[in-house]
């Protein structure tokens, strides 16, 4: 059974950093091209940044660029989101996700699997 465990979240102040850590299980990590969604209250999910299997090209949204970075450890089964300067605007459940695609999709229907998500709230 594929299992993706997010862990990280919290409440922090604007301008704040936080690392959001996500664990695999049950799949062969390396063997999928991963991303981070997040669902702000009230509003639908949208991607956030992604990392590809072969060869680690990242992806961002642009409402993250030069803020947020993504990166894996395969070999410890692990997404990471190093998320800088937060914002207000940053306040969502952060989802990890799993596609076997080599390529990077941005639409959630592309993706397998998925965690419970963690909460993060960024206060003014």
């Known amino acids: 059974q594929v299992q993706l465990v997010e862990s990280g979240g919290g409440l922090v102040q604007a301008g704040a950093s936080l690392r959001l850590a996500c664990t695999g299980s049950?799949?062969?990590?390396?063997?999928?091209?991963m991303a981070w969604f997040r669902q702000p209250p009230g509003k639908e999910r949208e991607f956030v940044a992604g990392?590809?299997?072969?060869?680690?090209?990242?992806r961002y949204a642009d409402s993250v660029k030069g803020r947020f970075s993504i990166s894996r450890e395969n070999f410890k089964n692990t997404l990471y989101l190093q998320m800088n300067s937060l914002k207000p605007d940053d306040t969502a459940v952060y989802y990890c996700a799993a596609s076997p695609t080599k390529l990077q999709p941005s639409a959630s229907s592309d993706y397998s699997y998925w965690g419970q998500g963690t909460h993060v709230t960024v206060s003014s």
């Open positions: 049950g799949l062969t990590f390396s063997s999928y091209t």
């Open positions: 990392i590809r299997k072969l060869d680690a090209i990242t």
